[in-house]
C-alpha cells in the first residue's frame, strides 16, 4: 500500500510539474480534425502508355485552415489501389494557386493564374509544390504533428478578385506487357523511340532518358503481340486539415534538389542567388568490377546556403529505384535528417517487389533540429549503381517552423493593456 501511495506523491509530482512548466498546454487548439477522401479525375491508360496531366481546380479543404497530412494512391474503378508494377506513378504534385474570379469555369487560362509557391529554394516557380511524391506514396508518413500545420486558405494572403485553387499533376507510366519494366519506368528514350522532346525539339546529345522521353501519350515498347484493355484509374487523396486558429504553429515548405548547381561563391554577392535545380540526374554504372558490381554505391552531393532558418519539424527524402538513403547535414556535419528508401518484397500493392514503397521520415523532437540563418546545409543522395538509371531523383522535403509553440504563443497572446483581451 505504502508503495502504491509513494506511486501516487510522484505521479502527482510528475502532474504537477508538466502543468507548471508548460503554462501554455491548456491553450492547445479545440479545433478537431477533419479528414476528407477526394478523387482526381479519371486517368485512361493503355498498355505501355504515358500519362501526364494537370488537372486544376481539385477537390480539396476550402477556406482558412491549417493541413495536417496528405495522403495518395491510385485505385481502379472499383477503388481496389493499383499496384506498381502495373501503373507505375512516376510522381504526382498538389499546387496552390491564385486564379480571377471573373475566368473560374475556364480551367485553360492558365496564363492568369498565380502559382502560389512553396517557400523554395528552387529558381522561379520550379518543385514549388506543396505536396508530391512517386512511387513511394503509400509507404511514407505524412502527419504533421501537433500544435504545427501548413496554413493555407488565409483571406488576407488571397488578392482582391481572386480565388484560392489547388492543381493536380500526375505522372502514370502503364507496364503492363512492356519489354523492359525498370527501362520504361526510367523512361529510357530508346524504349519510347522517342527523339524529340514534348515540345517537339530534338534531345540533347546523350540524353538517355527522363522526362523528356515519358511525356504525355508516349508508349514504351510492348512485347509483341501483347494486348490488354484500356484501364480508368483514379488518384484517391486524403487530406486532413483542421480549421485554423492563432494555437496552430505554421510550418513553411522547402524542397533542395541535389542536382541544384548553386555555386556558394555567387551568394556572397547577392541577395537572390541563382539556383538552378534540374530535377533529374543520371547514374552511371560504376566501373570498377563492371562484372560483379554488387554493392557499387553512387553518391551525389550538393551544397546550399539556406537563408531564413527554423526548427525543422518534419523530413523526407524522395528518390527513385535504385535509391538507397540520402543524408541532409548541417554545417560542420551535423545530420538534420537521414531519409532511407524501403523496397517493397511481395506482389501486392504497397508491398511490390523491386519497387520503393515508402520512405522513412525524421519527426526531430521540436526544437532540438535548428538549421541557423544562412546555414550552409548539404544533401547527399546514394544510389546503387551496379546498373545505369536514368532520370532518378534527390530531393528533400522540409517542414520548418521558425518559432516554437512557447515562443508563438508569446507573440499572439503576450499579455495586452486590457486584461479581457486574454485567452
Ligand atoms: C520509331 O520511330 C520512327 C520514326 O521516328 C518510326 O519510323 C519507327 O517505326 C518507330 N519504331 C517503332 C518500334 O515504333
Ligand atoms: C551514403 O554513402 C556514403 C559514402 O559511402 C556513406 O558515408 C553514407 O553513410 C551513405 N548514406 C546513406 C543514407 O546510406
Ligand atoms: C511483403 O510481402 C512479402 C512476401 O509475401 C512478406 O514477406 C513481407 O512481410 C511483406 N511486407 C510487408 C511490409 O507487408
Redesign the pocket.
Known amino acids: 500500500m505504502s508503495f502504491a501511495s509513494e506511486d501516487m506523491a510522484i505521479s502527482l509530482a510528475i502532474v504537477l510539474l508538466l502543468v507548471l512548466s508548460t503554462p501554455c498546454s491548456s491553450w492547445k487548439t479545440q479545433n478537431k480534425i477533419k479528414t476528407a477522401v477526394y478523387h482526381s479525375p479519371m486517368i485512361e491508360l493503355m498498355p505501355g502508355s504515358v500519362f501526364y496531366k494537370y488537372y486544376y481546380d481539385i477537390d480539396f479543404p476550402r477556406g482558412h485552415v491549417a493541413l495536417k497530412s496528405f495522403n495518395a494512391e491510385l485505385v481502379d474503378e472499383s477503388g481496389n489501389p493499383v499496384p506498381l508494377y502495373e501503373t507505375y506513378l512516376h510522381h504526382w504534385v498538389v499546387v496552390r494557386y491564385h486564379q480571377p474570379k471573373s475566368e473560374l469555369g475556364s480551367n485553360s487560362i492558365v496564363e492568369s493564374q498565380i502559382d502560389v509557391i512553396n517557400s523554395g529554394i528552387c529558381q522561379q516557380n520550379v518543385l514549388g509544390q506543396y505536396f508530391g511524391l512517386g512511387s513511394e506514396t503509400r509507404g511514407t508518413a505524412t502527419d504533421i504533428p501537433d500544435p504545427f500545420g501548413i496554413e493555407v486558405g488565409n483571406p488576407a494572403d488571397i488578392p482582391e478578385g481572386y480565388e484560392e485553387k489547388w492543381k493536380l499533376n500526375v505522372h502514370a507510366i502503364d507496364t503492363r506487357g512492356v519489354v523492359d519494366k525498370t527501362g520504361c519506368t526510367e523512361c529510357r528514350c530508346d524504349l519510347y523511340n522517342v527523339t524529340v522532346n514534348e515540345k517537339g525539339k530534338p534531345l540533347s546529345p546523350g540524353y538517355a532518358g527522363g522526362m523528356h522521353c515519358c511525356y504525355d501519350q508516349t508508349l514504351c515498347r510492348l512485347k509483341t503481340g501483347f494486348k490488354g484493355p484500356k484501364r480508368s484509374l483514379y488518384m484517391r487523396y486524403v487530406v486532413k486539415w483542421i480549421d485554423w486558429d492563432e494555437f496552430v504553429v505554421p510550418l513553411k515548405i522547402y524542397i533542395l534538389d541535389v542536382t541544384d548547381t548553386l555555386k556558394i561563391s555567387d551568394t556572397s554577392l547577392t541577395d537572390s542567388p541563382n539556383h538552378d535545380c534540374q530535377i533529374e540526374y543520371d547514374v552511371d554504372p560504376c566501373k570498377t568490377n563492371p562484372n560483379n558490381g554488387n554493392g557499387c ?1 553512387h ?1 551525389k552531393r550538393t551544397s546550399l546556403p539556406f537563408q531564413k532558418g527554423g526548427y525543422v519539424i518534419y523530413a523526407v527524402a524522395h528518390q527513385h529505384a535504385g535509391g ?4 541532409l547535414y548541417g554545417e560542420e556535419g551535423r545530420v538534420i535528417c ?3 528508401a524501403n523496397y517493397g518484397s511481395g506482389d501486392n500493392a504497397g508491398n511490390e517487389s523491386g519497387y520503393i514503397v515508402g520512405t522513412s521520415t525524421c519527426y526531430p523532437k521540436p526544437g532540438s533540429v535548428k538549421i541557423i540563418n544562412g546555414e550552409k546545409l548539404t544533401l ?3 544510389y546503387s549503381n551496379n546498373i545505369r538509371h536514368t532520370g532518378v531523383m534527390g530531393l528533400f522535403y522540409l517542414l520548418v517552423a521558425e518559432q516554437l509553440p512557447h515562443e508563438h504563443y508569446l507573440t499572439h497572446f503576450s499579455p495586452s493593456p486590457s486584461p479581457s483581451s486574454g485567452i
Open positions: 554505391v553518391v538507397i538513403g540520402s543524408t537521414t531519409s532511407m547527399e543522395f546514394n
